[in-house]
């Protein structure tokens, strides 16, 4: 199992390099809502896809359970520690977060909706609806993007009286850029190629090391899984959480867009895997290890977003997140341990 999560991680750094250098042509916050999310939700993605294919559909959803429990907790715990210590190239008071106010609306809702919907199992109809709520987010960060991007057109324009052409997002022309986004797209095709061709044995070893150990299978999806898809993103939350402000906004913007990712593509997907398995009408069932799960990161996720709904978020939000992790982390293992349930 740790060859295979090796070899995860390792394509996940591939594709996280790719698609933020890729985010530098096509505009950081975008790109960092959709490209960088989706990028850094593919592990994720890829490992849901082979078992729910597989009629493991208890692992295909503890692995996006897990991913949203680790990053809205000690994803963005340790990015607070840094941007707000010594750590940080120059150290914040606190993150401001009030420009992601529609992403917090938005990852609230997706929240609480998922969690309803499992009351009676996933079917075909939810799939649709997820892979709906998942156009709508797509849709309106569009929007958003040419409403800042006018904006800031006619804020140069006010400023440059006279010029009908003006250039606002500029590049170094030459053979620089270029070499620079073909390495990019190289390591993005690689990562993602990596990740597929991992994701399937990756799936089977766990289910292995679960018999193993006596632990159930979604508990183990839950804790191991997002180590491999989600530390990519750990590393790079670190580093731009040195960088001061702007770092730290567009490592909060990537949390919470991959988190949304997860509650509507992954189930969408997740959906759609248990369809190709068990034919159109297939249900994932709730089962008491599941009942348990979503019902633990969907009271995380919302206390997580209740601080995030103040002007700004420090240290101490830091602290109360990695305390969140923590004690969520003994609570698996106070939950039903059913090791037939997959």
Known sequence: MLLWLAELTGASFLLSYGAEHLSKKYGAKFVGRTLLSVATTLPEIAIVIYAAADG???????????????????????????ATTRLSKAPLKGVDVTTFKLDKIFLLATAVISAVL?????????????????????????????????AKKEVVEAGNPGHKVVK??????????????TKAMLAFV?????IFFGASPFIESLEGFSLEVG???????????????????????????????????????????????????????????????????????????????????????IGALIMMFKKEIGLKVGIILAVMYIVSLFIQFLLPQDLTLH
């Open 168 to 181: 606002v997002d500029g590049g170094l022309p030459g053979k620089g850029p270029n070499r620079e986004m």
């Open 190 to 194: 690689a990562g993602t190629a990596g």
């Open 215 to 301: 632990v159930s299978v979604i508990i183990l999806a839950v804790i191991i899984s997002p180590i491999a898809g989600e530390m990519p993103e750990k590393i790079s939350m670190m580093l731009l959480a040195r960088k001061g402000a702007a770092g730290a906004s567009i490592a909060v913007a990537n949390v919470l867009g991959s988190k949304i990712l997860n509650n509507t593509l992954l189930l969408a997907v997740a959906v759609f895997g248990a369809m190709y398995h068990g034919g159109f009408y297939a249900n994932i069932a709730l089962n008491p290890i599941l009942e348990y799960q979503m019902i633990l990161v969907t009271v995380v996720t």
């Open 118 to 150: 499992f009351i009676d199992g996933y079917n075909f109809i939810d799939g649709f609806i997820f892979a709906g709520m998942f156009g709508a987010y797509l849709i309106m960060a569009l929007m958003e993007m040419k409403a800042e991007s006018k």
């Open 56 to 82: 493991l559909y208890g692992t295909a959803i503890g692995a996006g359970l897990g991913s949203n429990l680790l990053m809205m907790t000690l994803g963005l715990s340790i990015m607070l520690l840094i």
